[in-house]
């Protein structure tokens, strides 16, 4: 059990980082990327037993988190009640400077991305993961993936051009 | 219409800069995981045992040859003006065979029921499992307040609902199904109930409401254990018994630093509550409620190792993926997978010896979502008939033989809480 922990520590320190990354490019906020991140790392930690003996635990655990990025976005509005309503006046809530990563120009334009282009985006270009595995990941098909991805590209390019003010207006 | 050409490298290097300060985010201590791990699994408890108990309860009450008369889409009476008594109703079982009746899958005319408290409705609600129809909600209290876990005594009669309100007071509330009469094609009509308000609260903690991981009603309907953790930053969670009939506390302990207790389904009389401790203490240990305990008692020393179970190697007592011991205290279930097929494990909980391996089949893919879980949804008092879920495959096993379940509204009741941001679907 002891040595369980610890891998699961070693897993954790060595990857929490990377999936942290690809679950901000997803939500737009680095605050809900990290308590993202952390519901799917507390969900690897109940089955570690078994995730340990994965090839690739760390592909486990983004499918996760994205899973769970995609739905709170669905879950947000109901979220913001519950806020209210738990008195978080005791911890106010102020955004602080890069925290939010709409106001980098890059994080301007793949929030603007449908979440299906952005979605195979950050798979591809920031998890470095090929078409195959991203239209597993997704569960659609390779050309799927390679339309949502050529179309993402071209809007991000198109973006990117753009002055920041300019995007997501 | 086009801009500037990007290359893929030069994208990839904006993507790399971009996330070259959140790679370095710093993660929190496992701790914070295990916490949040252990009220995932609260929610689970609740979520699953009491739901597919009631859709037993209502198979039972279906074989057992309800009449059926049209009345209203009300499901259980909303909650009356006084206090209720706690009525525990075994009379109210179907006679000579509280369980056994109940056969999975039903036929498909003949309703599953259950509390569906994983909507993105505020109401919980009760379904009919065999068509996915919303048969009515559960009254909300008031408009600022939600349900927040759900308990079932043994016969599977009696609820108490905890309910939470904008000032972060929890209170407690009493629901009894006392009767389901159904259509003679199976719809149901009326589901009644009696709902009354508990005399028992527990008070936010500087403004915040007690985060109820689990609760625990005993057979006789006359005890209630919450078990909450009080507020951050702390780990240890705090188990509180009331008397269901004065509200009267009768006792309060603090879970020792660095374990995790969970309290079983298992009561081995009305007065004893049985605790798993799975991290480290694989033994389940015995709560006597009878005596009296100063708030904050250490629930390690007031608990004593249950001689009548033995402990576990290969199947960890944890209410997440993990075993089921019935509620009898008689055997401990619980799914594995070898190689690529699962199968349904038998042990005898006095011993730990292993009874019998039933075949459930090859293992299908389990999701990454929680509620793709491999594991005992729901067990007979027994464990003679118990329902098994596997991705989202589930199967009703009765005295050893499987069958494939289909339900209308497929794992949904299994769904658990996906963030920490959405503390109310249990």
Not at chain 2, 267 to 290: H, K
Not at chain 2, 292 to 305: K, R
Request: include cysteine; hydrophobic fraction near 40%; aromatic fraction near 6%.
């Amino acid at each position: 059990m002891a040595r369980s922990a610890a891998d699961f520590g070693e897993f954790y320190l060595a990857s929490y980082g990377r999936t942290v990354a690809v679950v901000a490019a997803i939500v737009g906020s680095r605050h809900e990327a990290e308590d993202i991140a952390q519901e799917a790392y507390a969900r690897a930690l109940s089955r570690w037993p078994r995730l340990r003996d994965y090839d690739l635990p760390d592909a486990w655990v983004r499918r996760v988190a994205v899973r769970i990025a995609i739905d709170s976005g669905r879950r947000r509005q109901r979220w913001q009640a519950v806020r209210e309503r738990l008195a978080l006046a005791r911890h106010p809530d102020v955004l602080e400077p890069g925290d939010d990563l709409r106001y980098s120009p890059l994080g301007a334009a793949l929030l603007d991305l449908p979440l299906g282009q952005r979605h195979v985006v950050v798979l591809h270009y920031l998890a470095d993961l090929p078409v195959e595995v991203i239209a597993r990941e997704c569960g659609v098909p390779a050309g799927t993936v390679k339309t949502r991805l050529a179309a993402g590209r071209r809007r991000l390019e198109q973006l990117l051009s753009q002055q920041p003010e300019e995007i997501g207006k | 219409m086009t801009g500037p050409q990007l290359a893929d490298d030069e994208l990839r290097d904006q993507f790399e800069r971009w996330a070259a300060p959140l790679r370095a985010t710093a993660p929190p201590a496992v701790s914070v995981l295990r916490r949040r791990a252990r009220r995932r699994a609260g929610r689970f408890a609740a979520a699953t045992g009491s739901a597919v108990a009631v859709a037993g309860v209502v198979a039972a009450l279906l074989v057992a040859g309800h009449g059926a008369t049209p009345t209203s889409r009300s499901v259980l009476a909303g909650p009356t003006a006084a206090p209720s008594q706690p009525s525990a109703s075994p009379s109210e079982r179907p006679p000579s065979n509280p369980w056994g009746s109940a056969r999975y899958p039903a036929p498909p005319d003949q309703p599953y029921v259950l509390f569906n408290t994983a909507t993105m409705s505020a109401e919980p609600e009760v379904l009919d499992m065999a068509t996915g129809t919303v048969v009515g909600p559960i009254p909300q209290l008031s408009n600022t307040g939600r349900y927040v876990a759900l308990a079932a005594d043994a016969s599977d009669r009696r609820f108490v609902l905890a309910w939470q309100d904008a000032d972060g007071t929890t209170t407690f509330w009493s629901e009894t199904m006392q009767g389901l009469p159904v259509t003679g094609s199976g719809g149901i009509t009326t589901v009644a109930g009696v709902a009354g308000p508990l005399p028992i609260s527990i008070p936010a903690t500087n403004g915040v409401p007690a985060e109820i991981t689990s609760m625990a009603v005993n057979s006789a309907g006359t005890r209630l254990v919450v078990q909450w953790l009080p507020d951050e930053p702390s780990e240890n969670s705090v188990l509180v018994a009331f008397d269901l009939t004065t509200g009267a506390q009768l006792g309060s302990w603090q879970e020792a630093a660095g374990s995790a207790a969970y309290l079983e389904p298992y009561w081995p009389s009305a007065d004893a509550l049985a605790i798993a401790w799975p991290d480290g203490r694989p033994e389940v240990r015995i709560l006597e409620l009878t005596g009296s305990f100063p708030v904050g008692s250490s629930l390690l020393a007031d608990t004593q190792p249950d001689p009548s179970i033995g402990a576990f190697s290969g199947a960890t007592l944890t209410p997440y993926d993990g075993a089921v011991l019935t509620t009898d205290g008689s055997t401990v279930l619980h799914v594995t997978e070898i190689g690529a097929e699962s199968y349904l494990q038998e042990y005898a909980a006095a011993t730990g010896a292993l009874l019998r391996t039933i075949p459930l089949g090859p293992t299908p893919a389990v999701g990454p979502m929680p509620e793709h879980i491999c594991g005992v949804l729901w067990a007979s008092a027994d464990g003679s008939e118990l329902l098994t879920q596997c991705g989202t495959r589930q199967q009703a096993v009765v005295d050893g033989s499987v069958t494939v379940v289909t339900l209308a509204t497929g794992n949904f009741y299994v769904q658990m809480s996906a963030t920490a941001a959405d503390p109310f679907v249990w």
